[in-house]
């Protein structure tokens, strides 16, 4: 199991309630799983990106990805713009 931090932005940071956070999970899926447990945060993550250490996840199932010692994870929803 690796240990690293988690940090939300805009949608994603408003339904967690804080920017960032320690982790304890072997896989992204774990991860995922884990947090998923608050409810606001859990409507969030289906439209959500996320980048292990800088690097797209993409279409990967979750559990198929590992996460090192120390990575981080960004949780990035969808950003309006133009």
């Known amino acids: ?7 939300y932005w805009a949608a994603a940071k ?3 309630g804080i920017a960032e956070e320690p982790f304890d999970a072997s896989t992204l899926g774990d991860l995922l799983a884990g947090i998923s447990a608050n409810p606001d945060l859990a409507r969030v993550l ?3 990106s996320f980048l292990v250490n800088g690097a797209p996840a993409g279409t990967r199932e979750p559990r198929s ?3 090192p ?3 981080v994870v960004e949780v990035l ?4 713009g133009g």
């Open 1 to 7: 199991m690796a240990t690293g931090t988690v940090r």
């Open 14 to 16: 408003a339904a967690a």
């Open 46 to 48: 289906p439209r959500c």
């Open 65 to 67: 990805i590992d996460l």
């Open 69 to 71: 010692e120390g990575a």
């Open 77 to 80: 929803p969808p950003f309006a």
